[in-house]
């Protein structure tokens, strides 16, 4: 028999010498430790300043009297804008620049394209970086050679906080239903080839507006930034590996570094030997020829057969994946004083109206529930609704291209966030065609026009 004392006694002669050590060196481990938690707010700290930094800007879109173009017009302006997509440098890009790593704070700008309907009527709004001012007036006019585009306050800063004790406030921030590789139905589905028959997705919301009552308001905000280039990557390689499940083909296998190869051989080996062994035990005793068909027809590799849906989904997607996408976020919010709020026939009018864009084989938009562990429910009680109202204003008010933190999971795989083309969003945001009449929605009654080049200067 073997006498295990002194592996024991070894053991614990180790343990007790590690134990020593981190006594006496135990501060040399603090650095490794609270560096991570450092870095994370040492970058926090230097990213909101440079958005408080940011200086914004808020133009106010005047309807042209004739639109006859469809929501292919807006589509273009959205590509133009795609090239605002920028890349901060990395911590470690930084570095190797003998900088001290993003001390700037640098992040990708973003832009909001907002809607508001009130007794004043309705209203188009682009809130923008002043970088970005002169691009956008560009890419309106264009496209809208009509449009009239002035610098305006911001309908939104007198209102510090959540509506106060006579107005009641009811808002929500949207999802994609399924993966962001499948488009929503865009302004293609609404057309049609006669004139008379021509159908404009955003006519719903038009009409909800139009029948506000003094003191109602609905505020509608889209908030896009271009994909980074990790997330662009990203995209691309999750869409294709997205699309190759659908067409039935096998994922490519990936590459093995020299170390892993090492320790799969040696595994493989291994379960090979003792597989054999097994095998010999199992044939001699007479349940081998059973159990080795089982496993053959296991491994059997069935190809995937398409569903009726495939093709069309490929399709979609396909074209989709073809365009310029953004990091997108959609919230809503309506408002009006508590004599008059009425919450189930605003926000079934809204949803419905949001339900129009949905394809069941495709994607379509939900609304985002907020969850939380046992204990915050626990610890903040009754509140955590009107903590969530006040945080979803406050990242409707700033124009947050993150989700409100109620909804913030924190998780940077794109397939999880709302990535749309430059089709889907003209389909959500556009110029309403001529033929639409909203009662509340103001056109510019006169045509300007640019005097000729060859006047005489007097």
């Known amino acids: 028999m073997i006498d295990l004392s002194f592996f024991g006694g070894f053991t614990e002669d180790i343990a007790l010498a590690l134990w020593g050590a981190f006594v006496d060196w135990w501060w040399l481990f603090l650095p490794v430790l609270f560096f991570p938690v450092a870095r994370d707010y040492w970058i926090d700290y230097h990213q909101a300043k440079f958005k408080d930094s940011i200086s914004w800007v808020n133009l106010a879109l005047q309807v042209p009297r004739d639109v006859l173009t469809t929501p292919k ?40 394209f907002e809607i508001i309907g009130n007794e004043n009527g309705i209203s188009f709004f682009v809130r923008t970086p002043q970088k970005f001012q002169r691009l956008i007036e560009t890419q309106f006019r264009s496209q809208y050679s009509q449009v009239e585009i002035l610098e305006v306050e911001d309908y939104i800063a007198p209102q510090l906080s959540l509506p106060g004790q006579n107005r009641d406030f009811w808002g929500i921030e949207l999802a994609l239903s399924e993966s962001p590789v499948f488009p929503i139905k865009t302004y293609e589905y609404f057309e049609e080839r006669v004139e008379e028959r021509r159908l404009d997705s955003m006519s719903p919301l038009m009409e909800i507006m139009s029948h506000l009552e003094n003191g109602e308001e609905i505020w509608f905000q889209i908030v896009l930034r271009g994909l980074t280039k990790p997330l662009a990557d990203s995209w691309k390689e999750k869409s294709k590996e997205k699309l190759d499940e659908l067409m039935g083909k096998e994922k490519p296998a990936k590459e093995i570094g020299a170390l892993n190869q090492i320790i799969g051989g040696l595994a493989s080996e291994s379960k090979g030997m003792f597989g054999q062994f097994f095998k010999d035990i199992g044939e001699a005793s007479g349940v081998g020829a059973t159990e080795a068909a089982g496993e053959e027809k296991k491994e059997e590799k069935k190809e995937r057969t398409q569903a009726p849906g495939d093709k069309e989904k490929i399709e979609m997607a396909s074209k989709k994946i073809a365009k310029p996408v953004f990091e997108s976020l959609i919230r809503v919010i309506y408002q009006a004083p508590q004599l008059i709020f ?73 397939m999880k966030k709302m990535i749309l083309s430059s089709e889907e969003l003209a389909t959500l945001y556009h110029f ?27």
């Open 432 to 458: 309403p065609i001529t033929q639409i009449e909203a009662p509340r929605l103001y056109r510019v009654q006169t045509k300007k026009y640019e005097p000729p080049p060859n006047l005489p200067v007097i």
């Open 73 to 112: 017009a807006m589509d273009q302006i959205f590509v133009g804008l795609s090239t605002m997509a920028s890349t901060p440098d990395s911590w470690s890009e930084e570095l190797l620049d003998l900088k001290i790593p993003y001390q700037k704070g640098e992040v990708p700008l973003w832009i909001s």
């Open 342 to 414: 009425n919450k189930d026939i605003q926000s079934t009018a809204i949803n419905s109206y949001l339900k129009t864009f949905a394809i069941p084989s495709l994607n379509g938009f939900k609304a985002k529930k907020a969850s939380y562990p046992i204990f915050q429910k626990w610890f903040f009680g009754g509140n955590i609704s009107n903590r969530d109202a006040s945080a979803f204003f406050e990242s409707f008010k700033s124009r947050s291209p993150d989700p409100a933190p109620q909804f913030d999971d924190d998780d940077d795989d794109v």
